[in-house]
């Protein structure tokens, strides 16, 4: 794992982050200057790309991507590894992932607190500082909880939740040295396991048995 301030030696960077209700974009155009960030709070689709665009970003120049690939929402999340597939092949640049509770938990330095997301079905993604990130069910979660404000939830609120600001412009200053960056191969959404299917049986169609 490499930190940002690593890869600005491999600048232009864009950071794209569209795991909240708002799109976040940062663009460092070199390993000494301030990044430049962009919003959108509308839908991912649209979003992300007029967030890109209002930074007069050359997506030819840029030599390495970052993305938040979980957790959060995962339409925001797919659509930003869409475009990343689609980007990389414009030059050769290298796409890196981060998780956007690890830096949550990395910028603000709190070693007591669970920061959680909704993973639906009462289970939540937990990330604590010096432990791996995990899904775990609402009866399992240890307070202090802390969850970054414009993250949907579908589970019952946990008793005692914080609300705090998610916003990269000030988190990734605070998270510079930290090492919390993955190579990403192929962009998509982070899953805790791969998913599994049934094998469907072909079978000759009956008659109803109470007809």
């Given at each position: ?12 960077v864009l950071i794209l982050d569209a795991t909240s ?191």
């Amino acid at each position: 794992m490499k930190s940002l301030s690593q890869l600005l030696s491999e600048a232009p960077v864009l950071i794209l982050d569209a795991t909240s209700s708002k799109v976040q974009v940062g663009l460092y155009k070199n390993k000494t200057s301030l990044g430049q960030y962009a919003y959108s709070t509308e839908e991912s689709g649209i979003g992300l790309f007029k967030a890109v665009e209002s930074l007069s970003c050359k997506l030819t120049e840029v030599k390495t991507f970052i993305y938040a690939n979980t957790p959060g929402s995962v339409l925001g999340v797919r659509t930003v590894a869409m475009a990343l597939r689609i980007w990389k092949t414009l030059g050769s640049s290298q796409v890196y992932s981060y998780n956007a509770l690890a830096l949550l938990a990395e910028a603000t330095k709190q070693p007591d607190v669970t920061y959680i997301a909704d993973a639906r079905r009462e289970t939540w993604h937990a990330y604590k500082l010096g432990s791996l990130a995990s899904r775990t069910a609402t009866p399992d979660l240890i307070s202090p909880l802390v969850m970054p404000e414009g993250f949907r939830t579908w589970s019952t609120l946990p008793k005692d939740l914080k609300i705090v600001p998610y916003n990269i412009e000030h988190l990734w200053p605070l998270a510079m040295s930290t090492a919390l960056l993955s190579p990403s191969e192929n962009p998509d959404a982070f899953l805790y396991e791969q998913p599994s299917y049934v094998t469907w049986d072909p079978q000759i169609h009956r008659k109803p048995l109470n007809v």
